[in-house]
């Protein structure tokens, strides 16, 4: 199974955008799921993780206060609300499954089902 991320683009520093990420048959619902990106050149990097319920969340610091993760079970979906962007948000972004239900694992080898991701681009 992979996941599809969506909601990507060309925008300018200061904007916002709206990834979604679909669970398909919502067979990820027990499980934390999680947002990475990976920049041209570098390695795939932790951006945030929600708990298997939602109720629960954790940030890198660099998009600490300036992006939101939330997930809907009942829509079988994950959002990541990305308000401020800057220059350095461009990448592209994955979404993934956890392994575990909580928060406290946020390595790239924590997660499975990545999928083909979606480029946002932030222009100064």
């Known amino acids: 199974v992979q996941l599809q991320a969506s909601g990507g683009g060309l925008v300018q520093a200061g904007s916002s955008l709206r990834l979604s990420c679909t669970i398909p048959g919502g067979i990820f619902t027990d499980y934390a799921m999680g947002w990475f990106r990976q920049a041209p050149g570098k390695e795939r990097e932790f951006v945030a993780v929600?708990?298997?319920?939602?109720?629960?969340?954790y940030y890198t610091d660099s998009v600490k206060g300036r992006f939101t993760i939330s997930r809907d079970n009942a829509k079988n979906t994950v959002y990541l609300q990305m308000n401020s962007l800057k220059p350095e948000d461009t990448a592209v972004y994955y979404c993934?499954?956890?392994?575990?239900?909580?928060?406290?694992?946020?390595?790239?080898?924590?997660?499975?089902?990545w999928g083909q991701g979606t480029q946002v681009t932030v222009s100064s």
């Open positions: 929600v708990s298997s319920s939602g109720s629960a969340t």
């Open positions: 993934a499954a956890s392994y575990y239900s909580d928060t406290f694992y946020y390595r790239t080898a924590d997660f499975r089902a």
